[in-house]
């Protein structure tokens, strides 16, 4: 079958790009290490701020310390895969525009869009990987009967928020075919999570309405703690698909676009 033939040459790609990566960064050691306790470190701060919170209440926006804990750690565990796999990639776009490099992307045997994503796996940033999985391991033991269905209904609605944030970032790259410079992609990339180690609930109605359904970064982390500690309504798994979808397509869209705007540097 076609489909899947083209489906395993991806994962051939990827796997290659796995083991490169630790190639990488097996070179220099000490910036690996210092890297991951760096990470280690970072999250020990938002854990002490965690407890300096719940000594002096009892929830946060109806949010005990253990659901807060699975918040932050999922927080962790999910930037920590996507900056691994996705961000820093998509991080170095107007560079590569810029200087005419985009060139080599569109000349490799696999879709350019896919080889931008993924063509370097960022083994520096596993610290918040491993961090988040164990803090997320210790903090879901202390929410009682989790049942097979909240597993399940998180499952999905993670897979979905990561595809959801996979074409927030790349509708935002396909800016850099229509824009002479965006330096500051990196920096804008970063606002993406910076909301995710804390209840939505906090925040006015507004913006959460528009956090969870314009700017849909809540399917990322919010949601799935919801559907993981039992509050996430039924009706909101439908509109996680149907938000996916429309994101997803208008990110090939956009992407689409900008491939026929682009012309190279060295043109």
């Given at each position: 079958?076609?489909?899947?033939?083209?489906?395993?040459?991806?994962?051939k790609v990827w796997r290659a790009?796995?083991?490169?990566?630790?190639?990488?960064?097996?070179?220099?050691?000490?910036?690996?290490?210092?890297?991951?306790?760096?990470?280690?470190?970072?999250?020990?701060?938002?854990?002490?701020?965690?407890?300096?919170?719940?000594?002096?209440?009892?929830?946060?926006?109806?949010?005990?310390?253990?659901?807060?804990?699975?918040?932050?750690?999922?927080?962790?565990?999910?930037?920590?895969?996507?900056?691994?796999?996705?961000?820093?990639?998509?991080?170095?776009?107007?560079?590569?525009?810029?200087?005419?490099?985009?060139?080599?992307?569109?000349?490799?045997?696999?879709?350019?869009?896919?080889?931008?994503?993924?063509?370097?796996?960022?083994?520096?940033?596993?610290?918040?990987?491993?961090?988040?999985?164990?803090?997320?391991?210790?903090?879901?033991?202390?929410?009682?009967?989790?049942?097979?269905?909240?597993?399940?209904?998180?499952?999905?609605?993670?897979?979905?928020?990561?595809?959801?944030?996979?074409?927030?970032?790349?509708?935002?790259?396909?800016?850099?075919?229509?824009?002479?410079?965006?330096?500051?992609?990196?920096?804008?990339?970063?606002?993406?999570?910076?909301?995710?180690?804390?209840?939505?609930?906090?925040?006015?109605?507004?913006?959460?309405?528009?956090?969870?359904?314009?700017?849909?970064?809540?399917?990322?982390?919010?949601?799935?703690?919801?559907?993981?500690?039992?509050?996430?309504?039924?009706?909101?798994?439908?509109?996680?698909?149907?938000?996916?979808?429309?994101?997803?397509?208008?990110?090939?869209?956009?992407?689409?676009?900008?491939?026929?705007?682009?012309?190279?540097?060295?043109?």
């Amino acid at each position: 079958m076609p489909l899947l033939d083209s489906s395993w040459r991806l994962l051939k790609v990827w796997r290659a790009s796995v083991r490169a990566g630790l190639v990488r960064e097996m070179e220099f050691r000490a910036n690996f290490l210092l890297g991951v306790i760096r990470q280690f470190l970072w999250l020990a701060i938002f854990l002490f701020t965690i407890e300096v919170i719940f000594q002096n209440a009892n929830s946060l926006a109806g949010w005990n310390k253990a659901q807060v804990l699975v918040i932050l750690a999922l927080s962790r565990l999910i930037e920590g895969i996507l900056d691994i796999f996705l961000t820093r990639n998509i991080a170095e776009m107007p560079h590569l525009v810029q200087t005419g490099q985009f060139d080599f992307h569109l000349l490799k045997p696999v879709p350019a869009q896919f080889y931008s994503a993924f063509r370097k796996t960022n083994l520096y940033n596993i610290g918040n990987f491993t961090a988040g999985l164990i803090l997320f391991a210790y903090a879901t033991t202390l929410i009682p009967h989790i049942s097979s269905l909240q597993w399940a209904l998180f499952v999905i609605i993670t897979i979905l928020g990561i595809t959801i944030y996979y074409s927030l970032l790349i509708l935002v790259t396909s800016l850099v075919f229509f824009t002479e410079r965006l330096e500051s992609l990196w920096g804008f990339l970063s606002l993406f999570t910076e909301p995710l180690t804390v209840p939505f609930d906090i925040f006015p109605r507004l913006p959460r309405v528009a956090l969870t359904y314009l700017l849909p970064i809540a399917f990322l982390v919010f949601v799935p703690t919801q559907a993981l500690t039992g509050r996430l309504q039924l009706w909101q798994l439908p509109v996680a698909i149907a938000i996916t979808a429309i994101f997803l397509l208008l990110a090939n869209l956009a992407w689409r676009a900008g491939l026929k705007r682009y012309s190279s540097a060295s043109s």
